[in-house]
């Protein structure tokens, strides 16, 4: 059973940095693509961030430029490094893992908490 676990969320000042990492029980070798999404209230889920297994990355326009996804096949962990936050980054944000045919993938981590206060 593929399990994927977020970490690393909280409340950050505006301007400032979180890490998250989702942590897979599995090998994320099996999964062609690993991506970030949020969701925040009253809003629909959305894209933030993807990576392949050949490391090609895909950025929501309004965080490119400031977050990094990066994975670990090693630590079968992928992360998400968020710099320069602002108040509109507030979300819960959700780990996704899938084929090359999902979009998004069809395993869902339960989701961590980012605050960005201003």
């Known amino acids: 059973q593929v399990q994927l676990v977020e970490s690393g969320g909280g409340l950050v000042q505006a301007g400032g940095s979180l890490r998250l990492s989702c942590a897979a029980s599995?090998?994320?070798?099996?999964?062609?693509?690993m991506g970030w999404y949020r969701q925040a209230p009253g809003k629909q889920r959305e894209l933030v961030a993807s990576i392949t297994i050949g490391g090609i990355t895909n950025y929501q326009s309004s965080v490119r430029g400031r977050f990094t996804i990066s994975r670990d096949n090693a630590k079968n962990t992928v992360y998400l490094q968020m710099n320069s936050l602002k108040p509109e980054d507030t979300a819960v944000y959700y780990c996704?893992?899938?084929?090359?045919?999902?979009?998004?993938?069809?395993?869902w981590g339960q989701g961590t908490q980012v605050t960005v206060s201003s």
């Open positions: 996704n893992a899938g084929s090359l045919l999902e979009n998004p993938g069809r395993y």
């Open positions: 599995v090998s994320i070798s099996s999964f062609y693509n």
